[in-house]
Every structure is written in structure tokens, then in C-alpha cells.
């Protein structure tokens, strides 16, 4: 009897055992916030600035709750004719911050709605800021001028705005409401519609 009953103690002992360590790890990945789909996560197609294979048409939006709001950071660069521009000069207004590059073809696939958007935007109090990096200021202009463009271009040819803004694809774009706080960050292109949809959340 006693040989049936130590085999059935010591299976039971190891059941227990396998039981409480996997429903340990599950709770523990609840607690972390580990879950199989993160709906606040930013896919991008490649993550190299040297590449433009980030999608078209494929983004995804980061929210911030308006408990956790990320401060936009403030910065200097010129614009095409040289002058000035800061982001703290737009506080209280709201900013559709883009960063792009003329090599980049979904850059290049998105600016007409983003001409669009200007052209239907420009008497409103919202300001695009479309931000040009790793170029200089005469590629920038030339591409600018060849599309007949009209909205804010600036230059960031060292890329230290970019490095600020941790742009890793490009185009990435930036919506920041009237306090100054980043409300959704995109990676990849956008249509017109995408992006009054992101604005009507600032």
C-alpha cells in the first residue's frame, strides 16, 4: 500500500508544482503590461532612415492619455528663406509637425494631401511644420519649388532635430496640440483623411 501511495504523493507534489510556477509567469506578464497585442505600439516597415520602405499607407498612431501628455521639445531651425523658426513660437496653436526627406518615395507620395490639408488649413489655427533632415537647404527648396508647395519647409541638415525627435523612419509625423503636448506620432505616410482624423484629436 505504501509503495501505490508515495508514487501518488510525489506526482500530486509535482503537479501542484508545474501548476503554481505557469500561473505565477502568466500573472507576472499581466502585471508588466505584457500582452499579445499592444494597442498603443508604433510599427514601422523598416527602421532605418536609410531605407524608404516604411509603407505608404500603413501607420499607427500613439495616444497619450491626457494623465501621461509627452511635452513636445522645443527647437530652432531656418526655413527656406532663412528665417528663424522655433516650436515654442506656436504654442497655443495647433502643429502638424512632419519630417521627410526627397529621396524618401512615401514622403514624396503623401505631400499633395499635405499641400491639400495646407491650402484647406492655412486661415485656422492650425500650423504645419514640415521638417526636412540630412538634406541641404537647395535640394530641400528645389523639391519644395519644383511641386509648388506652399507650406512651411524647414532644414535640419545636420539632423540634430531628428535626433531630438528620435526619428528612426521616415516620414514620421508629429500632431501636437495648442499646450505644446504630443497627442499621436506616426511612422509611414498618411492620406488626407489620416490626417484630419489625427488633428481632430488635438
Do not use: R
Amino acid at each position: 500500500m505504501k509503495k501505490i501511495i508515495l508514487p501518488l504523493v510525489v506526482v500530486l507534489v509535482f503537479g501542484i508544482s508545474i501548476y503554481t510556477v505557469v500561473d505565477y509567469n502568466k500573472n507576472k506578464s499581466k502585471d508588466l503590461g505584457i500582452t499579445t497585442t499592444e494597442k498603443d505600439s508604433v510599427s514601422s516597415k523598416d527602421s532605418s532612415l536609410g531605407k524608404d520602405s516604411s509603407s505608404g499607407k500603413d501607420s499607427s498612431t500613439v495616444k497619450s492619455s491626457d494623465a501621461s501628455k509627452i511635452a513636445s521639445l522645443n527647437f530652432n531651425l531656418k526655413d527656406l528663406n532663412g528665417k528663424d523658426v522655433s516650436l515654442n513660437d506656436f504654442k497655443g496653436k495647433k502643429v502638424f509637425l512632419n519630417f521627410w526627406a526627397s529621396w524618401c518615395p512615401p514622403c514624396k507620395a503623401e505631400m499633395p494631401d499635405i499641400q491639400k490639408l495646407y491650402q484647406q488649413t492655412k486661415d485656422s489655427d492650425l500650423v504645419i511644420l514640415s521638417v526636412n533632415i540630412g538634406e541641404d537647404k537647395a535640394t530641400a527648396k528645389s523639391f519644395i519649388d519644383n511641386n509648388k508647395y506652399n507650406f512651411t519647409v524647414l532644414v535640419d541638415s545636420n539632423q540634430n532635430v531628428a535626433a531630438q525627435y528620435n526619428i528612426s523612419a521616415l516620414p514620421t509625423s508629429f500632431f501636437i496640440d495648442k499646450e505644446g503636448n504630443i497627442v499621436s506620432t506616426i511612422k509611414g505616410g498618411m492620406t488626407l483623411e489620416q490626417m484630419k482624423n489625427n488633428i481632430s484629436k488635438l
